[in-house]
């Protein structure tokens, strides 16, 4: 059973970073076992859930929203069966539930659909 767990979510001052970290556990015993593709959503008061960067777990290929205007980075750690989200510059719009999803398939897919893992999410707040 695949477990997700974020760590790093905290109230910011706009104009920072912040990073987040994704702690993947169960089926980490090999490589072929772990989930393919980890992602981050993110969730607004008030608002739906979004899509906001996926990596894969080969050649770590990632994908953006186009919302994150090249402020956001994605990595992994493999050994350590983290994934990591950095943001920079933050506004009042990075606000949110930031959730880490993952999943089997080989598709840096933006719907939550798609994702069959997800953590509890980590609330980020970032004030003026």
């Known amino acids: 059973q695949v477990k997700l767990v974020e760590f790093g979510g905290t109230v910011a001052h706009a104009g920072g970073s912040l990073r987040l970290s994704c702690v993947t556990s169960g089926r980490t015993e090999s490589p072929i076992l772990k989930p393919f593709v980890t992602a981050w959503f993110r969730q607004a008061p008030a608002k739906e859930r979004e899509f906001v960067a996926a990596i894969r777990a080969d050649d770590h290929t990632s994908d953006f929203a186009d919302s994150t205007d090249g402020r956001f980075s994605i990595s992994r750690d493999d050994a350590a069966n983290t994934v990591y989200l950095q943001i920079s510059n933050l506004g009042s719009e990075d606000t949110g539930v930031y959730y880490c999803?993952?999943?089997?398939?080989?598709?840096?897919?933006?719907?939550?659909?798609?994702?069959?893992?997800w953590g509890q999410g980590t609330q980020v707040t970032v004030s003026s």
């Open positions: 999803a993952a999943g089997d398939g080989r598709i840096l897919a933006r719907g939550p659909g798609y994702y069959e893992y």
